[in-house]
């Protein structure tokens, strides 16, 4: 954990930004090193130095490692995406995800088809040792019946039913 380890005798990032003298007791200082100054400069200027330093009074001690860096994140997304922040990315991410899932449930319902298709088109003779190691398809019933709604593309899915209603989350 960085706020345990030896400080040097320069001023921490935020004592340089805020040209101030970094005292021994800075609560900045294990967290925002001097070789680190953009990192306190992109917080600083979401947050402010002195919500931040509230900030870290708050949270235990052994937490506050995280929440800074929890906070360079959001000021780094913020100051990119100054309306949405991070939750526009989740939510990029979470459209991206749900298109996944669709494509892959498609994939596995054709998948499913053709194995049926060709589990029925295969003839084997009473005779054939074999033929008692395979399975029947013909009693399969693929996926419980619900074969017929995974015919469908991605985009037809999204508009049959709204499974995945995204009216909730912000679009970019």
């Given at each position: 954990?960085?706020?345990?380890e030896?400080?040097?005798?320069?001023?921490?990032?935020?004592?340089?930004?805020?040209?101030?003298?970094?005292?021994?007791?800075?609560?900045f200082?294990?967290?925002?090193?001097?070789?680190?100054?953009?990192?306190?400069?992109?917080?600083?200027?979401?947050f402010g130095?002195?919500?931040?330093s509230?900030?870290?009074?708050?949270?235990?001690?052994?937490?506050?490692?995280?929440?800074?860096?929890?906070?360079?994140?959001?000021?780094?997304?913020?100051?990119?995406?100054?309306?949405?922040?991070?939750?526009?990315a989740?939510?990029?991410?979470?459209?991206?995800?749900?298109?996944?899932?669709?494509?892959?449930?498609?994939?596995?319902?054709r998948?499913?088809?053709?194995t049926?298709?060709?589990?029925?088109?295969?003839?084997?003779?009473?005779?054939?040792?074999?033929?008692?190691?395979?399975?029947n398809?013909?009693?399969?019933?693929?996926?419980?019946?619900?074969?017929?709604?995974?015919?469908?593309?991605?985009?037809?899915?999204?508009?049959v039913?709204?499974?995945?209603?995204?009216?909730?989350?912000?679009?970019?």
């Open positions: 954990m960085r706020g345990h030896p400080r040097s005798t320069s001023s921490c990032a935020a004592c340089k930004l805020l040209k101030r003298k970094c005292a021994t007791t800075c609560i200082a294990p967290y925002f090193r001097s070789d680190e100054p953009r990192k306190f400069a992109k917080v600083h200027k979401v130095a002195s919500n931040v509230k900030i870290l009074t708050e949270v235990p001690e052994e937490q506050r490692e995280d929440t800074v860096n929890s906070l360079a994140y959001e000021a780094e997304a913020r100051l990119r995406d100054p309306v949405y922040g991070c939750i526009g989740i939510a990029l991410l979470q459209r991206r995800m749900i298109e996944l899932q669709q494509d892959l449930a498609i994939a596995r319902a998948l499913a088809r053709y049926v298709a060709a589990a029925a088109s295969c003839t084997f003779q009473n005779n054939d040792p074999f033929s008692s190691m395979l399975p398809f013909n009693d399969f019933n693929a996926y419980g019946g619900m074969m017929e709604s995974f015919t469908q593309n991605s985009l037809e899915l999204n508009r039913g709204n499974m995945y209603d995204l009216s909730h989350i912000p679009y970019i």
